[in-house]
């Protein structure tokens, strides 16, 4: 019998542990097992029915959140931090990432808080004057006397637990943004967020920006939950991450007045010019940057390419130089840095089950690796594999079009992150890219691993949205300045 | 007494009394069954292009036991790793050079000029002494099962025995009035298994009975999720596809919507028709159930003859709010002693029927082994959960060896309250592909299954 873990509800600086008579058991069959307050019993303690409330974190300026948030990041050092020891130890049992690589994305929580990205991140979002003060529009009349100001407002943040730097990420905005935050954790990563608002709470328990944070977990779809939650009264704006599972529960609360920010999944690809055959160097340039994007977080990423297309004719010789490259994209997922991307834990049955039963097909493709390991499949014509919805565990397709425009059409809303092999074929597609819906391009090379590493804060805003300035309200006040 | 069965003719087991198969001691029968698989290894392995190629890859060159085959059972998904784009394009050519390597008949001979559907490709493999069933997957690709004239004795008998068994009605005797309410003809496993034995089972066509009297297009369903996307984009007209089946797409969209009335409307009218009549109805658990309800709603009561049987399944997928009783509500409204039910997959022509314990009992001829989550065979022995894997010794023409998608609990001991012997399945069947994601874990990584169902959920369905 595994541990059973104890989590704790917070709520705004106090914490709330489970008790006799006050709890209740999730999880067991894939993920840890873990036991929580009873959520119905909290729900005033979840929610802040009162807005007026806000005028605390309100009237603080920006610099002294910005100070509070740096002061926390030191204190998020895994091997200082006994919360943080907890929930690292949760979500290797719960999640979909191996211990290597939880590690190194947790040692990067204290940077996540840097003082100076943090205050540039703001600035460059919502900018802080308009966080701290009413804006006039212009220096003369009429916009003199219309003053803006970007407004914190009661979020509530449906996250997702695929990587643990969502909880942090969350807890990043929330502040940002100075709004009361009621964070519902996942079950794939019910103690990260928790872990980081528990240090606050250690930290000083009164302050504005602990006072406005509540954490709990409980099951997705629980409607007594989501009915008590999402109410105007009680809910401004929703961030929601997760696909139909966390959408439908929230749909039918759904009124005007509740704003939703959905983070719904993606799925990202690579494209691939000629001018990678070139010679054995651009190939194996490439072929490492294909690595790099498939091989980042374990493909477990929204922003993890998964499919690559690649501009190449399908007769034999160019089959047989596509395959090189899908040899060499095989010995960089071989070669990456643990820290970076590692074999995974165990198999994907299912997945390994369908590249099994397209191996026997040489007619079609080609196929090397495991879902251990990782893989490379080569479609020996222009189509994706059909499974290419369940590709993970480092498995990437690659496709060879004769006409890389043909892909377009399969670029949409869900098309987060495209890699590109060279430059100068991003700026040839970058347009029909963007209006189709890509959110981001990224250049695929062997460098390209310490990019995708500050890339984590540097390619906002995330999903093509302008998350920071939607989690706010904009008000306006009219009329000379009293 | 004992019955003799012959290893080298599993094609005439079905023929036998299934009292006496269920009869077979454990020993007995896993010694004939082995016989037999060795016999069905002998002839295959080299025969059956994909076959040869597992076999080669798996260094399998000899069964000893009977787990010596389960890693060269073909996973379920093999019947269908070509790309869907062949078949979308309906590039016969290609399809056929496929469908080669999965039986031992040689389809290069086969005349391919004029074809035009995917429907008349199976119909020209069929005039020359194929079978094709297809399955469907939801994503409009389909699993082939490459079966011919050859594998028709075996699959027959069995169709006529487990239905016996199953309903204690031999078909052999007494041919009833059937009731389905699905198409007429198809080339999907169950409509096809339907109209191939209506003879046998029915005593002709005019005695079948079938919701829509019209043809299960194959097309309709390879070409649904193309056709959906292009009609987003308003781009139906440039997939040059037949008009024709532009509009029986329109028509079973329709048809789609007012189902659930239609069903009413059928099952009351045979209600009235066949009233003191012997009958046998099938249909899913929620057709059933609809009827039933609609019926007792409107105090109506069946009064078929005695000996009518109810033949069902498929569980109550898309039915919400039904109550907890809805099979006594299908029991008292068709006036029978219970709902008889059957266990099987299109790869697999010997269908389990279930006992009186509520067991699903497989015939001899169909080798029962269970696959575990790391590929291994899973002990034949107590009672163990896993992936179903069969041997299919009935298949003449194809390799029987076929790891399905269903997760099961089989009880290998021979001890069954029933009284019949040989493993037996228990009734809390799951589709491993129905398993995942159930776990209220929230992700940012779409798989476009995912991202689909969002979609759906946008569009407010």
Redesign the interface.
């Known amino acids: 019998m595994s541990k059973i873990y104890e989590i704790p509800i917070l709520s705004r600086g106090r914490v709330i542990m489970p008790s006799e008579g006050d709890s209740v058991e999730y999880g067991g069959?894939?993920?840890a097992r873990f036991r929580c307050p009873n959520p119905h019993k909290h729900v005033h303690d979840l929610v802040l029915g009162d807005a007026g409330k806000l005028q605390d974190l309100h009237d603080m300026p920006m610099s002294k959140v910005l100070d509070f948030l740096a002061a926390l990041g030191p204190r998020l050092k895994l091997s200082e931090n006994p919360y943080l020891q907890d929930s690292f130890e949760m979500a290797i049992e719960a999640g979909g990432l191996t211990k290597p690589l939880m590690t190194q994305l947790y040692e990067r929580l204290p940077s996540m808080f840097d003082r100076k990205s943090l205050e540039a991140r703001v600035e460059k979002a919502i900018g802080i004057k308009y966080l701290d003060s009413w804006v006039p529009q212009g220096e003369t009349e009429p916009a003199a006397s219309i003053r803006v100001r970007a407004v914190g407002c009661r979020q509530f943040h449906?996250?997702?637990?695929?990587?643990p730097i969502?909880a942090p990420g969350t807890v990043i905005s929330g502040s940002l943004t100075k709004s009361d935050c009621l964070i519902k954790t996942?079950?794939?990563d019910p103690l990260t967020a928790n872990a980081v608002v528990r240090t606050m709470i250690d930290m000083d328990p009164s302050h504005p920006v602990t006072k406005h944070f509540a954490v709990a977990y409980w099951?997705?779809?629980d409607a007594f939950m989501d009915s008590e939650i999402i109410r105007t009264s009680r809910i401004d704006k929703i961030t929601a991450?997760?696909?139909?599972?966390?959408?439908?529960h929230i749909?039918k609360y759904l009124v005007p007045g509740l704003d939703l920010v959905a983070?719904?999944?993606?799925?990202s690809l690579s494209i691939v010019g000629k001018e990678a055959f070139e010679s054995d160097a651009t190939m194996r340039e490439a072929g490492a940057g294909l690595a790099n994007a498939a091989g980042k977080f374990n493909?477990?990423?929204?922003s993890?390419t998964r499919i690559v297309y690649v501009e190449s004719d399908t007769d034999e010789d160019s089959i047989q130089r596509l395959i090189q490259l899908g040899e060499y994209v095989y010995e960089s997922l071989q070669n990456l840095p643990e820290y970076f991307s590692t074999p995974a834990d165990k198999?994907n049955?299912?997945l390994e089950?369908?590249m099994?039963?397209?191996e026997?097909?040489d007619?079609?493709y080609w196929v090397k690796g495991d879902t251990v390991k990782g893989a490379v499949v080569v479609?020996k014509?222009?189509?994706k594999?059909?499974f290419?919805?369940?590709l993970?565990n480092r498995v990437v397709n690659l496709i060879p079009l004769t006409d890389l425009a043909s892909m377009l059409g399969e670029i949409n809303d869900?098309s987060q992150t495209i890699g590109v092999y060279p430059a100068s074929l991003r700026v040839r597609l970058r347009d029909q890219l963007a209006i189709r819906g890509a959110q981001r391009m990224l250049l695929l090379s062997s460098q390209i691993r310490d990019a995708v590493e500050e890339g984590a804060v540097a390619a906002l805003p995330h999903d093509g949205n302008e998350t920071l300035r939607r989690q706010v309200r904009w008000m306006i006040d009219q009329g000379p300045e009293a | 007494m004992p019955i003799s069965l012959l290893p080298e003719s599993p094609g005439g087991w079905p023929e036998r009394h299934h009292d006496d198969l269920f009869a077979m001691p454990r020993k007995e029968r896993e010694a004939v069954q082995l016989a037999a698989l060795k016999l069905r290894f002998e002839r295959c392995r080299n025969r059956i292009p994909?076959l040869k190629?597992?076999a080669d890859?798996q260094g399998v060159e000899r069964i000893e036991r009977v787990e010596d085959v389960l890693p060269i059972c073909f996973?379920h998904?093999?019947l269908k790793?070509?790309?869907?784009?062949?078949l979308e394009n309906r590039d016969f050519a290609?399809l056929t050079?496929?469908l080669n390597k999965l039986t031992m008949h040689d389809l290069t001979k086969v005349d391919l000029s004029g074809l035009t559907t995917v429907d008349s490709w199976i119909a020209r493999l069929e005039s020359y002494g194929m079978i094709i069933g297809t399955s469907s997957g939801t994503?409009g690709?389909l699993s082939f099962v490459a079966r011919s004239l050859d594998d028709l004795p075996g699959w027959r008998a069995t169709w006529m025995q487990q239905s016996t068994a199953g309903t204690g009605i031999n078909p052999r005797s007494t041919k009833l009035p059937t009731f389905t309410p699905a198409y007429r003809t198809g080339n999907q496993m169950a409509i096809k298994n339907g109209s191939m034995f209506e003879n046998e089972m029915c005593g002709g066509p005019q005695h079948r009975h079938t919701l829509y009297d019209m043809h299960m297009s194959s097309d309709l369903m390879v070409l649904s999720g193309k056709m959906q996307a292009a009609e987003e984009k308003g781009e139906l007209d440039k997939l040059n596809i037949d008009p024709e089946l532009i509009a029986q797409r329109r028509q079973l969209i329709e048809q789609g919507r007012r189902r659930a009335h239609d069903v009413e409307v059928w099952f009351d009218k045979l209600v009235r028709d066949f009233r003191g009549q012997q009958v046998r109805i099938g249909g899913l658990f929620s057709d059933l159930y609809r009827a039933a309800q609609a019926g007792t709603d409107k105090g109506i009561k069946c009064e078929f003859a005695p000996g009518t049987v109810v033949v069902s399944g498929g569980g109550m997928k898309g039915f919400k709010g039904a109550p907890d009783n809805w099979r006594e509500i299908i029991i008292d409204f068709f006036g029978v002693d219970r709902i008889c039910q059957s266990y099987g997959f299109s790869e697999n022509m010997g269908n389990a029927p279930m006992c009186s314990a509520g067991y699903y009992h497989f015939f001899p001829y169909t080798i029962v082994m269970l696959m575990g989550?790391?590929?291994e065979a899973l002990p034949r022995e107590g009672v163990q959960k896993g992936r179903m894997t069969v041997h299919d010794l009935l298949a003449e023409s194809v390799w029987g060896g076929v790891?399905s998608g269903d997760e099961v609990t089989v009880h290998f001991e021979d001890d069954c309250a029933c009284g019949w012997k040989g493993p037996r399945v228990e009734n809390s069947i799951r589709r491993?592909?129905e398993m995942?994601?159930g776990?209220?874990?929230?992700?940012?990584?779409?798989?476009?299954?995912?991202?689909d169902?969002?979609m759906?959920?946008v569009a407010g369905q």
């Open positions: 069959r894939t993920g449906i996250t997702a637990g695929n990587v969502t996942p079950s794939n099951k997705g779809g991450w997760g696909g139909m599972a966390s959408m439908q749909q983070m719904n999944p993606k799925f493909q477990t990423a929204c993890s198999p049955p299912e089950a369908e099994r039963a397209i026997s097909e007619d079609f479609s014509f222009d189509g594999v059909d290419a919805g369940e993970t869900r | 994909a190629t597992l890859k996973d998904r093999v790793n070509y790309p869907l784009t062949i290609k050079t496929w994503t690709k989550p790391n590929g790891v491993y592909s995942e994601g776990d209220d874990k929230i992700t940012c990584s779409g798989s476009a299954k995912a991202y169902e969002f759906d959920y």
